[in-house]
């Protein structure tokens, strides 16, 4: 199965509007970066400034609107308001890295940058469409992970949490054992397709060789409008933000796992006890790699 249409874009405004971004025609982009460059600036301007600011129409930025699922001008500024005056945001720890910050400047900037990814993801995360995705996995003969570069990471980690419950998993990064994989799903199996822009080539082949065969395909992209995310059935979306120093192969990997960690808990959730037992066993076969600390020794 194949979807016709990609989902529409969940959560806070401005999460919805970094999401639609790459999907937007060039003014509409333009558009887009005024309000992300200074969403309370904007709740105070006409359409017409807007327009004048984005060197555009104000035809165009009504085409912006619905394409954020804002129905107006009017609507746009006061959720642009409202979100501006709900955020509890601070310029000098969540602002961009610079080459001149101190080492204690990046450390604050990046823990403030995860700890906004992991809420944002969370806001608009389709609990919905996650509750189908746990379904299909719990009940899968088989998991085929597919991700590359640092998604690869996440895909692996998803393996190897899956197999702890007994669940059949694979992640693959290289596109032709993936492909290979991919062809030999059939229905009931689930292919998942890890990548943060949801352009990547390798990503999305294996998982439309996945649809060809039957399987059931996930894409957990930050862009729901992405070629990734058309090629699959249910679609989990991540809200990463990209910086000078995080690019998309950093900022995405937090978010990545966050989600797959709640599909996982969700997946575990729905085969205990068995799912207990199997984790148990396997903290039981590698305790003996663990050195013993002396507080442990007095604990024990």
Same mark, same amino acid.
């Given at each position: 199965m194949t979807s016709v249409t990609s989902p529409e874009p969940t959560? @806070? /405004?401005?999460?919805? +509007?970094?999401?639609?971004? @790459?999907? /937007?025609?060039?003014?509409?982009q333009r558009v887009a970066n005024a309000v992300l460059a200074d969403p309370s600036g904007v709740a105070a301007m006409t359409i017409s400034e807007l327009a004048e600011v984005a060197s555009t129409s104000e035809t165009t930025v009504i085409r912006f609107c619905k394409q954020i699922g804002v129905p107006g001008y009017p609507q746009l500024r006061l959720q642009l308001a409202a979100q501006s005056a709900t955020e509890n945001i601070r310029p000098e720890v969540g602002g961009d890295i610079e080459p001149? =910050?101190?080492?204690?400047?990046? +450390?604050?900037?990046?823990?403030?940058? =995860?700890?906004? !990814?992991?809420?944002?993801?969370a806001q608009q995360l389709d609990v919905e469409a996650l509750s189908k995705v746990v379904a299909a996995v719990a009940k899968a003969p088989r998991v085929d992970l597919y991700g590359t570069a640092a998604s690869s990471f996440v895909a692996l980690d998803l393996q190897q949490k899956l197999h702890r419950i007994r669940r059949v998993a694979f992640a693959w990064s290289d596109v032709h054992v993936a492909l290979t994989s991919a062809a030999l799903l059939g229905e009931g199996d689930v292919a998942i397709g890890i990548s943060h822009t949801g352009?990547?080539?390798?990503?999305?082949?294996?998982?439309?060789?996945?649809?060809?065969?039957? !399987? %059931? %395909? +996930?894409?957990?992209?930050?862009?729901?409008?992405? @070629?990734?995310?058309?090629?699959? =059935? /249910?679609? &989990?979306?991540?809200?990463?933000?990209?910086?000078?120093?995080?690019?998309?192969?950093?900022?995405?990997?937090?978010?990545?796992?966050?989600?797959?960690?709640? &599909?996982?808990?969700?997946?575990?959730?729905?085969?205990? @006890?068995?799912?207990?037992? !199997? &984790?148990?066993? %396997?903290?039981?076969?590698?305790?003996?790699?663990? &050195?013993?600390?002396? +507080?442990?020794d007095q604990q024990n």
């Open positions: 959560g @806070p /405004l401005l999460v919805r +509007v970094r999401a639609v971004m @790459p999907a /937007l025609a060039p003014a509409e001149g =910050d101190s080492l204690a400047d990046v +450390v604050g900037k990046v823990a403030f940058a =995860d700890e906004r !990814a992991v809420r944002e993801t352009t990547t080539v390798e990503v999305v082949e294996a998982l439309e060789e996945a649809a060809k065969h039957g !399987a %059931t %395909t +996930v894409a957990i992209t930050n862009f729901p409008r992405s @070629p990734l995310a058309r090629t699959a =059935d /249910l679609v &989990l979306t991540t809200a990463a933000r990209e910086t000078t120093y995080r690019s998309g192969a950093m900022s995405s990997r937090i978010a990545q796992l966050m989600v797959i960690d709640c &599909l996982f808990i969700g997946v575990a959730q729905s085969v205990m @006890p068995d799912a207990r037992k !199997a &984790l148990e066993e %396997t903290a039981i076969a590698v305790r003996g790699h663990r &050195l013993k600390s002396s +507080v442990n």
